[in-house]
């Protein structure tokens, strides 16, 4: 079992930027899939952008791409998301979550919020028109 810790949300105007953090205790990304997520209101949570583990393969929805940008720190404990250019559509709250890399299955299964273990406990980022 891993624990995430979301932060790095917040209030922003359309165009501008902001970086999440996801802090990982228990295990190393090295070993994980990892996923960020998003919820709006009234709505399902809905993969956003991911990595596989220590090959640092990268996915992102078609909305993002771009835009945003999934980076890990060397030590393997911190992924981030980078989001530039935000708009009013990408406001929600903002999960990471994991995976065990040997239940990898591709990309298909890893944009399913059914196949993560492990959950941090959100970000809220809010984007002004």
């Known amino acids: 079992q891993v624990q995430l810790v979301e932060s790095g949300g917040g209030l922003v105007q359309a165009g501008g930027s902001l970086k999440l953090t996801c802090a990982a205790s228990?295990?190393?990304?090295?070993?994980?899939?990892m996923g960020w997520f998003r919820q709006a209101p009234g709505k399902e949570r809905d993969f956003v952008a991911g990595m596989v583990g220590s090959r640092g393969n990268t996915h992102y929805i078609d909305s993002v791409r771009g835009r945003f940008f999934i980076s890990k720190d060397n030590a393997d404990t911190t992924v981030y998301l980078q989001m530039y250019n935000l708009k009013p559509e990408d406001t929600a709250v903002y999960y990471c979550g994991a995976r065990d890399v040997v239940r990898w299955g591709g990309w298909d299964t890893a944009q399913r919020r059914t196949s993560y273990d492990d959950w941090g406990q959100g970000t809220q980022v809010t984007v002004s028109s």
């Open positions: 228990g295990r190393t990304f090295s070993n994980l899939v």
